[in-house]
């Protein structure tokens, strides 16, 4: 069964860093995608940043430079950086990555909530 728990979230002041984590049980970030998104209001999710099967890292526009993404292959965990906050970062993060054949499947992490005060 495929498990992604977020953590590392909290209230931080415009200009502060956090890192969050995604540790992952019952797959291995390796083929397929897997990244992470945020949600604000209404039913999208948006993307921050992503690595794709083949390891390229994307970010959304308004994180390039501020944001990194990583992963530690031997604890099986996806990190995000986050710099430079503002207030415009505040929203629920959730970790995601896909799996199986072809990468059809596309499991969520619970969220965790990242605010930024200015």
């Known amino acids: 069964q495929v498990q992604l728990v977020e953590s590392g979230g909290g209230s931080v002041h415009a200009g502060g860093s956090l890192t969050l984590s995604c540790a992952a049980s019952?797959?291995?970030?390796?083929?397929?995608?897997r990244g992470w998104y945020r949600h604000v209001s209404g039913p999208r999710r948006d993307l921050v940043s992503r690595?794709?099967?083949?390891?390229?890292?994307i970010y959304a526009d308004s994180v390039k430079g501020r944001f990194t993404v990583s992963q530690d292959n031997a604890k099986n965990t996806l990190y995000l950086q986050m710099n430079d906050l503002t207030t415009d970062d505040t929203a629920l993060y959730y970790c995601?990555?896909?799996?199986?054949?072809?990468?059809?499947?596309?499991?969520w992490g619970q969220g965790t909530q990242v605010t930024v005060s200015s």
């Open positions: 995601a990555a896909r799996t199986g054949p072809n990468c059809a499947f596309k499991h």
């Open positions: 019952g797959l291995i970030f390796e083929s397929c995608e």
């Open positions: 690595i794709t099967g083949n390891g390229t890292t």
